[in-house]
């Protein structure tokens, strides 16, 4: 009979913690914990729940590659409703706060990287909407050029603080207008088909997904989802289930849509993933909550972190997509 080290090269050894950089199908003993693990991948994508923030907050900005690489800045803050500035930092692990942003603000726009990242938008006290747009350098935050429109509640993403799209929002007024961002001004694009604010957009500013909202107050959320190609936008198959004030994940064409609302108040923890063409349903979150943070460029790796109604979470969710490594302790049957 074949032994296990020569079917996969390797002998079942001892550890005192699980090792950093296992290999699918490496097996071994945790001394500590006194089990028996396997490298494994998932089958079905799966939440966990991670480190919370520091600061409590809904409706922040958000950059980042993954669940141990994340970024949030600004928000709303409770009880008072007041906007803050603070910018915190993620490693998988734990929250490190760093350099605040300029201007406190609520409801604005992130794109970006936890290094290289954009803020833009919001609503600030007194005034209302914002086009004030600052870039993160890992370091600390730097305003530049302006939004041609100021607007909160809008959406937005991109690779690095030098390539952003920002979609949607409130002028006061609803809007359907779109911007893209090369690393010094912003530009006017075309318009999407579909007016809304509190939606979803992944992607980067020649391949995006703007998704769900609210086309009008008072009204109903919406499913409508379109696709942005460098120069116009598509209608293409909706969410399953319509929704606004939800967090995001991804790029195009593969993204998802998490969790939160339906008007007027309903929190929901419906989780959606996009396959270039349709919606499907997949794992919930463990917590039905709106205005959310939701921080990667990946599918397979992803959180989501504060919102609420009030008070406000600071709880973090991670995202593990089907087909990831992942790490399982063997159990006798």
């Known amino acids: 009979m074949a032994e296990y080290k020569g079917i996969h090269g390797t002998k079942v050894q001892n550890y005192t913690s699980d090792p950093t950089n296992p290999i699918i199908g ?3 003993y945790n001394e500590t914990s006194q089990t028996m693990k396997v490298e494994s991948v998932t089958t079905v994508g799966s939440w966990s729940t991670g480190g919370n923030m520091n600061t409590a907050r809904s409706g922040g900005g958000s950059a980042g590659t993954s669940n141990s690489s994340a970024l949030i800045f600004g928000g709303e803050l409770f009880p008072g409703y007041t906007n803050t500035a603070t910018n915190e930092s993620y490693n998988g692990t734990s929250w490190t706060e760093l350099n605040d942003l300029n201007s406190a603000r609520r409801y604005l726009g992130g794109a970006g990287t936890q290094t290289s990242a954009l803020a833009f938008g919001g609503f600030y006290d007194p005034g209302g909407q914002s086009a004030l747009t600052e870039t993160w350098n890992g370091t600390s935050w730097t305003e530049v050029n302006d939004l041609n429109t100021a607007r909160y509640l809008t959406s937005g993403a991109g690779a690095t603080n030098t ?8 002028t006061p007024a609803f809007t359907n207008a779109a911007e893209t961002w090369n690393g010094t001004s912003w530009t006017n694009i075309s318009n999407m088909n579909t007016t809304r604010a509190s939606s979803g957009t992944v992607g980067t500013t020649t391949s995006a997904l703007a998704f769900g ?8 959320q919406t499913g409508n989802t379109e ?3 460098g120069s116009s936008w598509t209608e293409v198959n909706n969410l399953n289930t319509a929704r606004l004030r939800v967090a995001t994940a991804g790029t195009q064409p593969s993204a998802l849509c998490i969790s939160g609302a339906q008007m007027p108040s309903t929190q929901i923890a419906n989780v959606e993933e996009w396959s270039g063409s349709s919606w499907a349903e997949t794992t919930d979150v463990s917590t039905a909550v709106q205005n959310s943070m939701g921080n990667s460029t990946s599918t397979a790796s992803a959180i989501k972190s504060g919102g609420g109604t009030g008070p406000y979470t600071a709880a973090t969710e991670e995202w593990l997509g089907a087909g990831s490594p992942q790490t399982k302790t063997i159990t006798s049957s």
Do not use: D, K, R, Y
């Open 213 to 220: 909202g609210l086309p009008s107050f008072p009204g109903s």
């Open 26 to 28: 490496q097996v071994w």
């Open 163 to 170: 390539n952003a799209i920002c979609t949607g929002g409130e």
């Open 227 to 229: 696709t942005w190609n």
